[in-house]
């Protein structure tokens, strides 16, 4: 089944400690991404990716790490969570062409305390 | 740059009423316009889509126009469900920005029997 799979779907954490959040996908994409969802705002982009190695910042990158190493594998990294990064966050791919939409994981929420 | 605008709701409607979304758009280029529907504790998926002016795209009974010259692409379902009670997202993609999807802030969807 054609999919993209987070996890954990839930994580509750402290300030200050490393965490890291999977993201994979099955679906040969080249382009994935990271959002985060909170009320009153909507989705909003924090990184994506455009194909192996190849990463560029969002709309709110601040706090937030990716890398690409592997084609399936888009993980996004909190060195130092903050309160303000608790969120709902989402994980997408899609083949790169503008018109194809975006095929999203289930979601992570995300609880610094 | 892009823009999307939408109400945040919540919309409350009784089963078989009709449904009216608005969406309106800010975009530079030439973008592809997306419907995408949150089911409670999942990730969006695709409702609906369209890639050029006059487009109207389908799905499960409801409808969207891509219409430029009021930049606008507002979704409407002729008779809702309970089924239908979710989160609604409208969202562009800006073909010269190579997959930057820009989203409204959703609207919540309640039908009540």
């Known amino acids: 089944e054609a999919q993209v799979t987070q996890n954990p779907r839930y994580l509750i954490t402290v300030t200050g400690k490393k965490l890291t959040v999977t993201c994979s996908q099955n679906?040969?994409?080249?382009?994935m991404s990271w959002y985060r969802q909170d009320p009153g705002l909507g989705l909003r982009q924090i990184y994506y990716?455009?194909?192996?190695?190849?990463?560029d910042k969002g709309d709110v990158p601040e706090g937030y790490k990716v890398s690409r190493k592997e084609k399936r594998n888009f993980p996004l990294i909190l060195e130092s969570p903050s309160p303000n990064q608790t969120s709902l966050y989402f994980c997408?791919?899609?083949?790169?062409?503008?018109?194809?939409?975006?095929?999203f994981g289930n979601g992570t929420r995300l609880t610094v305390t | 740059g892009d823009s999307v605008t939408q109400m945040e709701g919540p919309v409350t409607l009784s089963e078989e009423a009709f449904l009216t979304i608005n969406c309106t758009y800010t975009a530079t280029g030439y973008p592809s316009l997306f419907w995408y529907v949150q089911y409670p504790g999942e990730g969006l998926q695709l409702l609906l889509k369209a890639t050029k002016a006059d487009d109207k795209g389908s799905n499960k009974g409801f409808e969207a126009t891509y219409r430029k010259e009021t930049t606008s692409f507002h979704l409407e379902k002729g008779s809702v469900q309970v089924s239908d009670s979710a989160v609604y997202f409208c969202?562009?993609?800006?073909?010269?920005?190579?997959?930057?999807?820009?989203f409204g802030i959703g609207t919540k969807l309640q039908v009540i029997p």
């Open positions: 679906m040969n994409h080249e382009y």
């Open positions: 969202a562009l993609s800006d073909m010269g920005s190579y997959q930057k999807v820009t």
């Open positions: 997408a791919s899609t083949p790169g062409q503008g018109y194809s939409p975006l095929h």
């Open positions: 990716s455009m194909n192996v190695e190849v990463t």
